[in-house]
Structures are given as C-alpha cells and as structure tokens.
C-alpha cells in the first residue's frame, strides 16, 4: 500500500488504519501531513472518556447506595460487591488523572442525579422518594467506612439474595398472546417476603390475573391480554 500521502487512509472509513498513520507521521516528524483537526479531537476525546469512567462509577455506587438506604429489605452482597468493585474503579481513575479531582463535584452531581432514576426503576419506588439532593456526599461515596448496610433494619441481615425471593421486577407472569404460542414471560413486581414477613408490592403490578403460586408455575401469574396496567 503506498502510504506516503496524509489521505490515504481516511478517518471516516478506516480508524484503525488511520490511527497508525498519524502516529507514523508523528514519530517521522512530518508534522505538515498531519490529520490535525482530528487527532486533536481524538486526544480530546480520550479526555472526556475518562471522565465518563469516573461518572459511571459515581452513578453505579450511588445507585446501589440509594437501595440499600430505601429498599434495605432487597439488600444483597452483590450490591455490596458493585459498590466496592467501583470504588476502586474511581479510586484508580483519579490515581491515573490527578486533574479530574478539580472536577469531582460536577460529575458526581450529574451521576447521582441519573442514579436517582435508575434507583427508581430498579426498586420499583417513585422517584420521588429518594431525595434530590444528594443523600451522601463524595466524601462517603468513596469511602469504604461508608457501609450502610452494617446498620440494616432489626430483623434484616446482607444475603447472597436467595431469602429475598422476588425483590424488585424478579417475578414473571405468562401473558398469553392470541394466535401466538408459547406466551411471552414478562417481569412484574410482586410481594416480597423476608423472615416470614411480606413486603409491600410495589405499585404499577398487572391488573387482575390471580394469586401468585395459583398459575402453571409457583410464583407465576395468569393474565388475560390487554389486563397490563402501567404503573404511576
């Protein structure tokens, strides 16, 4: 292939290819065929993805933090082990980019803010319930001192999840589809019970159907179609 052109590997076709060219030029000293505009935009974008990183670590570690401290009852050590695993994934983005630390305040503001939200599908809770400022500061975000979980309600304790049965969207219902078979198996919430005691349902459950352990299969609801009602 004869590369002694700037163009001849193109950035919008081949990035791989393109990639290596510019390094070549670079270490050759040729810097007037140099991609200038787009490598600067490549090396700015390195940038940005590390401050994504740090972001999705924020957002994965209030996430599961908002759980624990709202639906304590659901807790289990895979959320535990979510929320270390990404402190050390944040501890060692600020190791690598010392610069980000300037700029902590502003991504954890905007990872718990999408956090809330998915804390909210997650538990089936109203977003409304976890609170808009944010419950935890970064000093306890990234602070393993900082375990909730230590302190659960009387009567809880951390599992690997096996005695919380159907927390959350864990259960399933049959929904027979007309002039289809197999019907489709859909997640419903659904009550909970830990210690012999029932959980609440959280709202938005389908409309009518029967009592769980009554269908085909323990745990599983019978719904007509159309009996699906969305939740708040």
Not at 99 to 112: C, E, K, M, Q
């Amino acid at each position: 292939m004869d590369e002694s052109g700037p163009q001849q590997l193109s950035y919008a076709d081949d990035v791989y290819g393109w990639a290596g060219r510019q390094a070549a030029l670079l270490r050759e000293g040729r810097f007037t065929d140099v991609d200038v505009d787009n490598v600067a935009e490549e090396i700015e974008s390195l940038g940005r993805s590390q401050a994504s990183a740090l972001q999705s670590s924020y957002r994965l570690i209030a996430t599961h933090l908002l759980k624990v401290l709202f639906q304590p009852e659901c807790m289990t050590r895979s959320w535990q082990v979510t929320i270390l695993r990404e402190r050390l994934n944040a501890e060692d983005c600020l190791a690598s980019n010392p610069s980000l630390r300037s700029r902590r305040d502003d991504i954890f503001g905007r990872a718990y803010a999408q956090a809330r939200k998915l804390a909210a599908t997650e538990t089936g809770l109203p977003v409304t319930t976890f609170p808009i400022e944010p419950a935890f500061g970064l000093d306890r975000i990234g602070s393993e001192d900082y375990a909730p979980w230590t302190a659960l309600p009387e009567g809880l304790s951390l599992t690997d999840g096996s005695a919380h049965g159907t927390c959350g969207l864990a259960d399933l219902a049959v929904v027979p589809r007309q002039g289809i078979s197999p019907p489709i198996t859909i997640g419903l919430p659904s009550p909970r019970r830990h210690r012999g005691r029932a959980i609440a349902r959280p709202q938005g459950a389908l409309d009518g159907g029967g009592e769980a352990g009554l269908g085909p299969v323990a745990g599983q609801h019978q719904v007509a179609p159309g009996r699906l009602r969305p939740g708040p």
